[in-house]
């Protein structure tokens, strides 16, 4: 039996957030604590400690309550259940009313305070999970934590709420990294427990500057004999390059997943972190924000930031405020590059120079909201209303006028009148290819794949295309993602196509992957390494052999790093599973399940391992675990019903692939296996099916090649030698093909015919030399 490889992308372990790997090992001795610094860094300690970055988490308590926090007025209702927050005592409690009675939740620690409070109360096992109710800073009222996180998808069904108490919402394993410092999650996979501890809430100066005991002691020796120390003692972020700033603060602001346990301040970023993106339903088509992206995507979209010159501290203190808050030096952040329009402001926005609609910001990175949050566009494009238009994206202008009739046409009309041409139909042009591709339609693939290679592409557009290209069946693409891999200046660029080269081994991908792993950047090097999982080492000249032992340890490492993190435990899964250790990959699977018995990928992929190991009916039962998650997922209705063929329950069979017909209409792999199996009992539907596989994949050599030996099978050579025809003449490499149509034309009579369709076999360097060779005897047998 051959399986359809499902195709589920892998994202961040907390489906969509930024997540950083978290040392599991005991804190380090040299951490001195934000105290220490403050005899000799009163001015910068009394700025940091105030601050969101200093109470980026804090302990409960009535003081923090009565300065910050209004009653909840009334309860807030959640599925079957009511909550309401006490906070008039002594200690905060979450009260919730359900059909199982009464029961109390603590508020022990508040989490964020820019915009939104989020509690969190000791939960099973351990976990420090946030409660379902939260608090909204510049409104003043209490709200549904759970509800304001539902996105709003253009034409198509929002997503539901979770649950609260759903691992999405647990601290320890999803928003603990960016919050406390100097963290050990602690986490007990046999007992699923945590005794997770840190050195201090918030985001403290270690964090940034590393352990500063070793500082604080070569400056008091110092200070004991009136010299100065030669070394630091710990890192200084003033000699850092503009890169390694970014890297440092994007650590946390970046919707991420972490390769790596071992970030620095300092190190490069794609050297511990991959990026999501515009793969992503998170973001619309266009780049825009529609789900909470946590900055550094958009951000490496801006055309200030590509200059290379733009670093986050530009606009903002290491405490994480902005440094032109005051309205009257508002447009001093873009004067040094733009000093020209910034001086002539009226003239260039078209509104008042001293107003909102004045400053820069108001145009190039327009605020919206999520989930009670307020963000900035930070790819500071201009404003696209004809983007809206196409995506429903937001654009700043229609942001302020909200007026009857200002919509984003008449806003539309305005932009194209002040500022002539048309700036916004690159962004409209892009985003509709990207639209194209997260639906799986690939009418314009020649224009993604000029656009990926074009030498003034968007990185983050690229990588997207190029992650979305895997669900791609047309073999155009694979030229174009190798180059990429080989070529592309960006890191991020290079990871994503080894990725896609997953299951792509030919001689050019495995050539461009294997020198991949001798990358400068390890995300490059460990993507590389997981596409190469399946090949052995034999054969290998050495110094591949030994860049591939080293990456594919740096990826075990990183994927071992978090035990509690289940995406890790399935790619581990997959690892095993290329390597064919089933027993490991079984293993693996069944942990990620644990973990997460709702990812449904999870039950397929350990389908697949029962499968290798012969265990067939418990790949059955994993794959109808998978659709009782999922009853209208496509490929599991698929490979369920190949398992069932490779067990002769034909009928069986023959029901499940009209199932997914039902569900996908247009599944060459369906209609493909379903022409199969009725080709015995009734080969006129068995035809209908194999022809419709056919024409939805002409570049599919099977189905050309089935749907051809059925025509003949069924008294209609004609036909059959046509379609075979036509695949010659398009050098598909499919030695049948050419053996059947060679035999067709001797059936006739026509032995030139045949003679040529061999020569053609002979000459396609794209076949086994073996067949090859073979097709060469045919020549001189039939002259």
């Known amino acids: 039996m051959r399986f359809v490889l499902i195709e589920i992308l892998v994202i961040a372990a907390a489906a969509g957030t930024a997540s950083s790997i978290a040392s599991e090992a005991a804190l380090e001795p040299s951490i001195a604590g934000s105290a220490s610094c403050r005899d000799c860094h009163e001015r910068f300690y009394k700025l940091w400690a105030p601050s969101h ?132 999650t602690n986490y007990d996979l046999k007992t699923d427990t945590y005794n997770t501890t840190w050195a201090e809430p918030g985001i403290n100066c270690e964090t940034c500057h590393g352990p500063a005991d070793r500082h604080i002691k070569l400056y008091r020796q110092a200070a004991a004999t009136g010299g100065k ?71 490496r979209m801006s055309p200030c930031v590509k200059g290379g010159k733009l670093d986050c501290i530009h606009c903002h203190t290491s405490s994480g405020r902005y440094r032109f808050e005051d309205s009257a030096r508002a447009n001093d952040a873009c004067k040094p590059c733009h ?48 983007a809206t238009l196409a995506f429903e994206s937001p654009n700043a202008c229609n942001l302020c006028h909200t007026e009857e009739g200002e919509d984003a046409a008449w806003a539309d009309k305005y932009v194209r009148q002040w500022y002539g041409g048309d700036h916004q139909k690159e962004m409209v042009d892009q985003g509709r290819l990207m639209d194209e591709a997260r639906r799986g339609e690939w009418a314009n693939l020649d224009k993604i794949l000029q656009y990926i290679s074009d030498k003034d592409r968007d990185e983050i557009f690229t990588v997207s295309f190029i992650r979305l290209l895997r669900s791609c069946n047309s073999p155009k693409k694979w030229p174009g993602i190798i180059r990429a891999l080989k070529e592309d200046p960006s890191p991020l660029v290079r990871a994503g196509a080894a990725e896609t080269l997953d299951g792509y081994l030919v001689a050019e991908s495995l050539e461009a992957l294997l020198a991949a792993t001798r990358d400068d950047y390890r995300l490059v090097r460990v993507r590389a390494a997981a596409s190469l999982a399946g090949i052995g080492s034999e054969g290998l000249r ?66 697949f391992a ?49 199932r997914a017909l039902k569900v996908d209409p247009n599944s060459a ?71 059947l149509l060679a035999a067709l034309h001797q059936r006739r009579g026509e032995l030139d015919k045949a003679v040529e369709v061999y020569r053609a076999a002979a000459r396609n360097s794209r076949l086994p030399q073996s067949d090859r060779t073979a097709f060469e005897a045919m020549i001189q047998r039939l002259r």
């Open 610 to 658: 029962y499968n290798a190991a012969g265990k067939n009916d418990k790949a059955e039962a994993s794959f109808r675990k998978a659709l009782a998650l999922d009853p209208n997922n496509v490929a599991v209705h698929l490979n369920l019903g190949m398992l069932l063929g490779e067990q002769s329950r034909l009928d069986e069979a023959e029901d499940t692939f009209r």
């Open 542 to 607: 050495d110094e591949h052999e030994e860049s591939l032992r080293r990456a594919t340890d740096e990826y075990l490492e990183g994927l071992t790093a978090r035990a509690d993190d289940y995406v890790n435990h399935y790619n581990l899964g997959n690892f095993y599973l290329a390597r064919r250790e089933t027993d490991q990959a079984i293993r693996s699977f069944e942990t990620a399940i644990k973990l997460r018995g709702d990812y449904l990928a999870s039950h397929v992929n350990v389908a």
């Open 229 to 299: 120390p030669a070394d630091l003692g710990l890192i200084s972020t003033k000699s850092f390059s503009v890169e390694q700033t970014n890297s440092m603060c994007n650590a946390c602001h970046a919707k991420l997943s972490a390769v790596s346990a071992s970030f620095t301040p300092g190190d490069e970023y794609f050297d511990h972190f991959n990026l999501i993106a515009l793969e992503h339903p998170d973001f619309y088509p266009d780049g825009r924000d529609l789900g909470e992206n946590y900055t550094m995507t958009s951000w």
């Open 669 to 739: 792999v369906a209609a493909y296996n379903l022409g199969v199996i009725l080709a015995a009992k009734h080969p006129p539907e068995a035809l209908k099916w194999c022809r419709m596989a056919y024409r939805l994949r002409p570049d599919e050599p099977k189905y050309g090649y089935t749907y051809a030996y059925y025509l003949y099978q069924n008294g209609d050579a004609d036909k059959a030698v046509n379609v075979l025809e036509g695949m010659v003449n398009r050098q598909i490499p499919y030695s049948d093909a050419y053996a």
């Open 53 to 184: 970055h200093g109470l980026a988490m804090q302990s409960y308590t009535a003081q923090f309550a009565g300065a910050n926090l209004t009653p909840q007025a009334t309860d807030i209702t959640i599925g079957t259940s009511r909550y309401r927050a006490e906070i008039e005592a002594d200690k905060g409690w979450v009260r919730e009313t359900g059909p199982e009675g009464q029961k109390t939740y603590r508020i022990v620690h508040v989490l964020g305070g820019k915009n939104v409070y989020y509690f969190l109360t000791p939960y099973e096992r351990g976990r420090l999970q946030t409660l379902p109710v939260a608090y909204d800073v510049n409104k003043n009222r209490w709200f549904d934590t759970a509800a304001s996180g539902v996105r709003h998808f253009p034409g198509a069904d929002n997503d539901q709420p979770v649950h609260w108490t759903d691992p999405f919402y647990t601290f320890n394993t999803s928003c603990h990294g960016c919050h406390v410092s100097q963290l050990s």
């Open 339 to 386: 000093e020209e329009r910034v001086e002539n402001a009226e003239a260039h926005t078209h509104h008042a120079a001293d107003g909102e609609a004045g400053k820069c910001i108001a145009c190039h990175m327009p605020m919206t909201k999520f989930a009670h949050m307020n963000r900035s566009d930070h790819s500071m494009r201009p404003p696209a209303p004809a």
